[in-house]
């Protein structure tokens, strides 16, 4: 495992979920955006939205059983913890989509904004 020293301790700069966590993370983004493109029946489509889930339940078993876990499960289960992590989920994917939806609507609808030729 790759080390890195500062001062006394010695930081490990890699973790044995960073891999399946970011590239599974990656998948289903990909897969969501390539289906906008696509279709939802494409086969790339859907083998990145499997595999990101693939990687994904890899991170969650890995989690699960490493020593010093990157999230550890007992913070999320945490009611108070869990319940305000999904209320700033909430609150971000709402806020989101109001300037989203906004600015099609100032777009179209309103012609304020448009766009430059």
Known sequence: MAQERQGDRSLPTRHP????GGRGLFSLVYGFSHAETTAWSNHFTVGFLVLGVL????FYVVETRVIHPLLPLRVVLNRTRGGS?????FAGAGIFGVFFFLTYYLLFHERILRPQH
């Open 17 to 20: 979920c960073n891999r399946p």
């Open 85 to 89: 992590m999904l209320a700033i989920l």
């Open 55 to 58: 990687l994904l339940a890899t």
